[in-house]
């Protein structure tokens, strides 16, 4: 764990706000602008991250019970959960923490992602279903399952309808993060384009070339990727925010279709807010009252 002593100036009850997302970074911005005390918390995963202003620590705090303490030995006037949609474990922790101190907890989660004319979008509910879903088009060819509440979205790659291709592997666009690879190893038929800003770890797909890189990115950058390596489908979590969208018009503009995997649901009562404005609001009031 890393810890970085406040800039001059701050003093009083601190604000905690969890990390690792653009949000949490203009969150700590507005807060430290506005003279409140910021405590920002990053899981200390990433190489290199963006650091946001104000005080800084690093590392898990050990669970549930482990952040209780950490709140209660700092006398933290209210907590931010700004982590990623997909962070669902640091999400649990924090409400479970919150319900056991008292102390007040926001969730800030930038907007999920909608389906637009032109869009051909599966959605699923987990890497695992998406998964299979690419396991059953390699194998079968045609279309992916239907589902009763909508046409079938159609992936291009192994069928005859591309007959013409050198390769008969289905050729993915994968962007669902370094530690999402798991999911699809041993997947037969299938070429991986992965792309994460740190290296995966193993197990990886067999087939799989991985690109190194952080957003944000351009749409003219996506569709000359999705070009360069032929690419028939893309697999992305619905993280929502402008950092990472541009992959979404590249694909609608060249016909790919999507497998967009659901973002998992937030504990039951915890309050929810999509900007970091909004957060700001409502940290303030809890850091100095009356604000
Ligand atoms: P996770 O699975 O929910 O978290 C696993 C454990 O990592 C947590 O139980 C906690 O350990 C620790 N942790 C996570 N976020 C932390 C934070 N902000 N400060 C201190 N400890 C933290 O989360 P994850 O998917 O590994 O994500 C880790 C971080 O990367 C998050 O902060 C998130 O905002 C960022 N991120 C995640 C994704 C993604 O797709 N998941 C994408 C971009 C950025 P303890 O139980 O020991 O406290």
């Not at 037969?188 to 957003?215: Q, T």
């Amino acid at each position: 764990m890393r810890d970085v002593a406040p800039p001059a100036g701050r003093h009083g009850r601190p604000v905690l706000i969890l990390g690792g997302t653009a949000e949490a970074r203009a969150l700590a911005a507005e807060l430290d602008a506005a003279g409140v005390r910021v405590v920002s918390s990053l899981a200390g995963r990433v190489t290199n991250p963006r650091l946001p202003v104000g005080e800084v620590r690093e590392g898990g705090f050990g669970g549930p019970e482990g952040l209780a303490a950490w709140l209660a030995a700092e006398d933290v006037a209210a907590m931010v959960d700004a982590t990623h949609p997909f962070a669902a474990r640091m999400t649990a922790s924090a409400a479970s923490a919150a319900g056991a101190t008292g102390v007040p907890l926001l969730v800030l989660r930038r907007p999920g992602w909608c389906e637009e004319p032109g869009d051909a979008w599966h959605r699923t509910g987990s890497l695992e279903e998406a998964a299979a879903l690419l396991r059953q088009r390699a194998r079968l060819g045609g279309a992916v399952p239907e589902r009763a509440d909508r046409p079938p979205v159609r992936l291009p790659g192994a069928g005859p309808e591309r007959a013409d291709r050198p390769s008969p592997l289905l050729r993915v666009f994968l962007t669902t993060g370094r530690r999402s690879l798991p999911a699809f190893s041993g997947l037969d038929g299938v070429w991986f384009l992965a792309r994460s800003v740190d290296p995966p770890e193993p197990p990886v797909p067999a087939n799989v070339r991985v690109l190194l890189d952080r957003g944000p990115y351009t749409v003219e950058g996506e569709r000359a990727l999705i070009r360069e390596h032929r690419l028939d489908v893309l697999v992305t979590k619905d993280s929502g925010g402008d950092m990472t969208r541009a992959k979404l018009v590249a694909a609608r503009e060249l016909g790919l279709p999507v497998v967009m995997v659901d973002r998992p649901p937030l504990p039951p009562g915890v309050r929810l807010v999509g900007t970091a404005a909004e957060a700001a609001r409502w940290a303030c009031h809890h850091a100095a009252p009356g604000y």
